[in-house]
């Protein structure tokens, strides 16, 4: 999947290895494990296909997408396909999405 970020410093927050203990501290490890995961996953399908991850639209936000890292914490991302594709009953065609936008990493309760 290809994969972009909101801002310069989120991206480095990933991709750095300091930076990543730095920011996630205890949770480095399985943010980089499900970064790894999304990028080399073909779809979001392939990702639905996984539980641990519990991949879903984010709720009160529409167009927000998260996937579980550990307890409350979330990778929040966007679709970042234009149009977004879809199913002939109006919902995302997890098949058919190849790139997302990583917005955020929280914990939103």
């Known amino acids: 999947m290809?994969?972009?970020f909101k801002n310069i410093k989120l991206e480095?927050?990933?991709i750095d290895v300091k930076?990543?203990?730095?920011?996630?501290?205890?949770?480095?490890?399985?943010?980089?494990q499900r970064y790894e995961d999304l990028k080399l996953a073909d779809?979001?399908?392939?990702?639905?296909?996984?539980?641990?991850m519990r991949l879903h639209p984010y709720?009160?936000?529409?167009?927000?997408w998260s996937v579980d890292i550990y307890k409350n914490w979330r990778i929040l991302f966007t679709i970042n396909q234009d149009p977004i594709?879809?199913?002939e009953d109006?919902?995302?065609?997890?098949?058919a999405v190849t790139m997302i936008k990583?917005?955020?990493?929280?914990?939103?309760?």
């Open 19 to 32: 930076v990543l203990a730095k920011t996630y501290g205890a949770m480095a490890k399985k943010v980089k």
């Open 2 to 4: 290809e994969i972009s």
């Open 59 to 64: 709720q009160g936000n529409k167009g927000i």
């Open 85 to 87: 594709p879809t199913l």
């Open 102 to 109: 990583i917005e955020s990493v929280e914990d939103p309760h």
């Open 12 to 14: 480095k927050s990933f």
């Open 43 to 52: 779809s979001l399908f392939v990702i639905s296909q996984y539980p641990a």
């Open 90 to 95: 109006g919902g995302v065609n997890l098949k």
